[in-house]
């Protein structure tokens, strides 16, 4: 009994095991540096199972502190498919931070040491990255003071070496201000820039970050999404705990699921057909992130119920093939297709959809006995 024991418990461990997000602790040779540096990689849940999926990258500055906050949370939202699953990397700068974000005093730009780490990043760590584990071509940088200004220095490449920035309560050169706004105005490239401090941050850092939210939001640019927060309360550490969470949601609000939220205030009120909708989001999905996710049954019902509420009949057959196509073994595109049929005059199709789908798998409140009633309500109504 106990060896039974034993056993069971060991395949449980192993099975949680395969679920929880991998931690890696390893070291980049850099011949710019020429030194090596200590990295922290969190991989995504599965990723050794999932062989054909890419993930983003999370690149975290100051990983000493900041890689357990973002990757905690990376795997939390990731896990409730608020945002993708992505690949954590953080690099250890316990005792060069100083020099690695080192900027000339007369031109305001990275110089000696910040110019080595400034290339190293960008030519020798994120190929490394790209060489080891599969990489989309979405990454998004986190930094915090020194390192939250050091970050802002990779929007003035062509093309920006990151989609993404999170700049926690930032300790800005003295042109900061002035450069990003202007580049911000006039980028041509999809930018995400997230800005944080808190009321109980460091008096100057809490000033200046204030006066650069009122320049970023005179940025009238499509291409770029701004996000701001000031933190009632938050000092200089903790407004990072609350800033990471809010960051993340707002750079992959188009990731998540149709919300309730959505569904009233988006869905219903579309002058465009709903089915175009569902296929731009996951085309902004794929142009975003480089990831081609199947749509989710979540995405599909809410879509399909928002056309039959406002009786976009064309719509919902669209939705339903696409359903059909995506999940075939399953019962969702044969209810919606089914539904088509009824409301476009068509009932003999109907009975025969919603009759030939018993064998199918059943999805979400859509039953083999919701079917199998609906074909019947049909066969007592026209005698099929």
């Not at 701001?228 to 705990?241: I, M, N, P, R």
């Not at 719509?315 to 359903?323: R, T, Y």
Request: with cysteine; glycine share 4%.
């Amino acid at each position: 009994m106990r060896k039974v024991f034993l056993l069971l418990l060991f395949t449980i461990l192993c099975a949680n095991f395969s679920v929880i997000a991998q931690t890696i602790y390893t070291e980049i040779a850099s011949s710019i540096l020429t030194e090596s540096r200590k990295l922290k990689i969190q991989l995504p849940r599965n990723y050794e199972t999932n062989t054909d999926k890419k993930y983003p990258i999370v690149l975290t500055l100051d990983g000493d502190y900041l890689f357990e906050p973002v990757a905690g949370n990376v795997d939390y939202f990731s896990y409730w498919e608020d945002m993708p699953e992505a690949i954590v990397v953080g690099i250890m700068q316990d005792k060069s931070r100083f020099d690695d974000t080192f900027y000339d005093e007369t031109n305001y730009l990275p110089a000696e040491k910040g110019a080595d780490f400034f290339e190293f990043i960008g030519l020798e760590l994120i190929p490394f990255l790209d060489k080891e584990y599969r990489t989309a071509k979405f990454i998004v940088a986190v930094g915090h003071d020194f390192t939250a200004n050091f970050i802002n220095y990779y929007l003035f490449k062509s093309p920006p070496l990151f989609n993404g920035y999170i700049v926690l309560s930032p300790d800005l050169d003295p042109k900061m201000n002035e450069r990003l706004t202007e580049k911000l105005s006039t980028t041509e490239y999809k930018t995400f820039y997230y800005l944080a401090t808190g009321t109980n941050d460091i008096k100057s850092l809490h000033k200046s970050a204030k006066e650069l939210n009122v320049s970023l939001k005179t940025v009238d640019n499509k291409k770029v999404k701004y996000y701001f927060d000031d933190f009632e309360g938050a000092t200089h550490y903790s407004l990072v705990a609350r800033g990471i969470p809010n960051a993340l949601e707002n750079i992959f609000s188009v990731y998540r699921p149709i919300s309730k939220q959505e569904f009233n205030d988006v869905l219903m009120k579309l002058e465009t057909p709903v089915s175009e909708y569902l296929i731009e989001k996951y085309k902004t999905i794929e142009d975003l992130f480089g990831l081609q996710n199947p749509i989710r049954t979540n995405d599909f019902i809410a879509t399909a119920t928002a056309s039959e509420k406002k009786e976009e009949w064309k719509s919902l057959e669209e939705i339903a093939k696409m359903a059909k196509k995506q999940y075939p073994n399953t019962l969702l595109g044969d209810y919606y297709l089914g539904r088509f049929y009824e409301e476009t005059g068509d009932p003999k199709k109907a009975f025969k959809t919603y009759q030939g789908a018993y064998n199918k798998t059943e999805v979400d409140f859509i039953t083999i006995d919701l079917m199998m009633e609906k074909a019947e309500r049909l066969k007592a109504d026209f005698g099929y």
